[in-house]
């Protein structure tokens, strides 16, 4: 079994220092993968469950995670009341890890965090990326505006608010994977959202 260390950061952000965590594997590992967490006016944060479960499966692929708090969450500062407002706390966690680690990270968000993700992916190419249930409708007029998007992405066929049939129509049929019967919150679809993730993690 792959063994991570659990470390705490401050990382210099737009509006002042971010909250993080990281899990960092002994010995030679993949790289790393930075996630992104929920929307935060309802109580998401780096504690989230879902970036918990993916980031204990991340590790045992051989990876190190790293999942920090967009601005005005926890203990970080400022405010990010949108998307794109946090994307800019990302590429401030991305310059970060690539200038202490020498490497560019895999990128990880779930609901409001994958458009994150993707607010920062469209100015920014070759990027690896898992969609966990985006919620389009959270995105600025800049992803609206765009006919197809690029990502991988999973999310339940019972999904309110991430709406399967848009994400198909968006990202196209083969970069989406349909989980039967989990809803937005994956509750009780942990194994299954592990499995489907293992492809992202295989870099297949």
């Avoid at 960092?24 to 998401?44: K, L, N």
């Avoid at 970036?51 to 790293?66: D, K, M, N, P």
């Amino acid at each position: 079994m792959t063994v991570a260390v659990k470390s705490t950061l401050q990382i210099p952000g737009p509006q002042g220092v971010l909250e993080a965590k990281m899990n960092r594997i002994t010995g030679a590992g993949r790289g790393i993968i930075v996630m992104c967490h929920p929307h935060p006016a309802y109580g998401g944060n780096l504690n989230d469950r879902i970036l918990e479960t993916l980031s204990r499966q991340a590790v045992q692929y051989g990876f190190s995670t790293l999942v920090f708090n967009a601005a005005g969450v926890g203990a970080s500062a400022g405010h990010s009341e949108t998307a794109a407002k946090a994307a800019k706390d990302l590429a401030a966690v991305i310059a970060f890890v690539e200038a202490s680690e020498n490497v560019t990270p895999k990128l990880l968000g779930y609901s409001f965090g994958a458009i994150t993700v993707l607010e920062h992916a469209c100015s920014r190419q070759n990027l690896e990326v898992l969609l966990i249930a985006p919620v389009l409708a959270l995105g600025s007029q800049r992803l609206s505006e765009q006919a197809a998007l690029s990502g991988h992405v999973i999310v339940g066929s019972e999904d309110a608010f991430a709406q399967p049939e848009s994400l198909s129509a968006r990202f196209g049929p083969s970069s989406v994977q349909f989980i039967e019967g989990a809803d937005h919150f994956f509750n009780g679809y942990d194994e299954a959202l592990a499995r489907a993730a293992e492809a992202f993690f295989n870099g297949t």
